[in-house]
T-cell receptor
């Protein structure tokens, strides 16, 4: 069983640039959530995708956007990067939207973004 | 809004010591409660959960009991091992899609 994989693992951008982070969900999982984890903090919910539709969103501005593809992989896009966007971005998957009901999520190792 | 508060770390223990990591929550409804663990170089993993008051979650020797009267979900283990060194996150889920995490507690177990 293949786990959740994310790419890239590390990247550096400058303020104002745009970034795309990618996630492949665990085999058999059709629901993907994205979380932002600032240094020394717990993860914060950005949004969730189920069957290619966003079906839940946290308190993040519209410059944070996402996609889910027919193979259930997902992208997180952040436009107009700000210094405070520096964080570890975590992708989590679950089966049949169950993560939304049970809270049982399978996380990747994350993509660490540094904005200079 | 809903929130989770954990004891600050790091918590440093000797092998075979007793572990308690405190977690309290604030929620308007009846949330489910979780402990997730992040081992070095790995993603977050679900350690245990409890879905209603007085439920006890357990896994790998760790236990936590959902205490509604004290709004707490403290994590305990009777005898820690070096391999338990990790960051532990308490979290809750209400009726929405999201998990709300605490800030994490780093545990370091010395041989």
């Amino acid at each position: 069983e293949t786990g959740v994989t994310q790419s890239p693992t590390h990247l550096i951008k400058t303020r104002g640039q745009q970034v795309t982070l990618r996630c492949s969900s665990q085999s058999g999982h059709n629901t993907v959530s994205w979380y932002q984890q600032a240094l020394g903090q717990g993860p914060q919910f950005i949004f969730q995708y189920y069957r290619e539709e966003e079906n839940g969103r946290g308190n993040f501005p519209p410059r944070f956007s996402g996609l889910q593809f027919p193979n259930y992989s997902s992208e997180l896009n952040v436009n107009a990067l700000e210094l405070d966007d520096s964080a570890l971005y975590l992708c989590a998957s679950s089966a049949n939207g169950q993560g939304a009901k049970t809270g049982e999520l399978f996380f990747g190792e994350g993509s660490r973004l540094t904005v200079l | 809004g809903d929130s989770v508060t954990q004891m600050e770390g790091p918590v440093t223990l000797s092998e075979e010591a007793f572990l308690t990591i405190n977690c309290t929550y604030t929620a308007t409804g009846y949330p489910s409660l979780f402990w997730y663990v992040q081992y070095p170089g790995e993603g977050l993993q679900l350690l245990l959960k409890a879905t209603k008051a007085d439920d006890k979650g357990s896994n790998k020797g760790f236990e936590a009991t959902y205490r509604k009267e004290t709004t707490s979900f403290h994590l305990e283990k009777g005898s820690v091992q070096v391999s338990d060194s990790a960051v532990y996150f308490c979290a809750l889920k209400d009726s929405s899609y999201k998990l709300i995490f605490g800030s994490g507690t780093r545990l370091l177990v010395r041989p």
